[in-house]
């Protein structure tokens, strides 16, 4: 069965400085990848997405993420974080072909100023 | 604004009520789901709609029930409510996998 692990729970780092949240996958098959973030008592907002293609995939705010067949992962990362950037990332799987995806429980960065 | 509407924002409903969330969509989306996140656990899906007048259980689907009569619209009731389902409920929709979730703001229910 698909899965997807974010081992951090919590990341903290000063603004200015640069960022990678990291996302593994479990799937057979290469799966769509997904990152979203979640502002304090807000919905997610898809910051980006993986299908096929080139491996390394650019995103709103400033974001990027590569695939990495190799090690199953996905990780999500910004050069240099702004204080606005504070919030919940969730990575996400769903395997081609189905519009259900799985996802993992969320790494909560914080800054600092 | 195209998006998704949930209503109510929040809600304090006491054990054994029924409750309908409302989740109402505006960008002629076919899928549409529900998911619950709770703190360490993140999201987890608990019905599922790929298009109008069909629907399907998720991960977590016991004491909720969907309906999907029209494109816009895709109501959850618990029918009869118990304190572990307090949780925020999103709503979100897709209007095909390569275009990720569309997500609504959400409802934050709180059963005693």
């Known amino acids: 069965a698909q899965s997807v692990t974010q081992p951090d729970i919590h990341i903290t780092v000063s603004e200015g400085a640069s960022l990678e949240l990291r996302c593994n996958y479990s799937?057979?098959?290469?799966?769509?990848l997904f990152w979203y973030v979640q502002s304090p008592g807000q919905g997610l907002q898809l910051l980006l997405k993986?299908?096929?293609?080139?491996?390394l995939v650019q995103g709103i705010k400033g974001f990027e993420a590569e695939f990495k067949r190799s090690q199953s992962s996905f990780n999500l990362r910004k050069p240099s974080v702004h204080w606005s950037d504070a919030a919940e990332y969730f990575c996400?799987?769903?395997?081609?072909?189905?519009?259900?995806?799985?996802f993992g429980k969320g790494t909560r960065l914080h800054i600092l100023p | 604004i195209a998006g998704i509407t949930q209503a109510p924002t929040s809600q304090i409903l006491a054990a054994g009520r029924r409750m309908t969330l409302r989740c109402t969509q505006d960008?002629?989306?076919?899928?549409m789901y529900w998911y619950r996140q709770d703190l360490g656990l993140g999201l987890r899906l608990i019905h599922y709609?790929?298009?109008?007048?069909?629907?399907g259980k998720g991960e977590v689907p016991d004491g909720y029930s969907v309906s999907r009569a029209n494109t816009d619209d895709f109501p959850l009731t618990l029918a009869s409510a118990v304190p572990s389902q307090t949780s925020v409920y999103f709503c979100?929709?897709?209007?095909?996998?390569?275009?990720?979730?569309?997500f609504g703001s959400g409802t934050r229910l709180t059963v005693v």
């Open positions: 979100a929709s897709s209007a095909g996998q390569t275009y990720g979730y569309t």
């Open positions: 799937y057979g098959a290469t799966p769509y």
């Open positions: 993986y299908f096929s293609g080139d491996t």
């Open positions: 996400a799987v769903g395997p081609a072909g189905d519009d259900k995806i799985i």
């Open positions: 960008m002629r989306h076919n899928a």
């Open positions: 709609s790929n298009t109008a007048g069909t629907t």
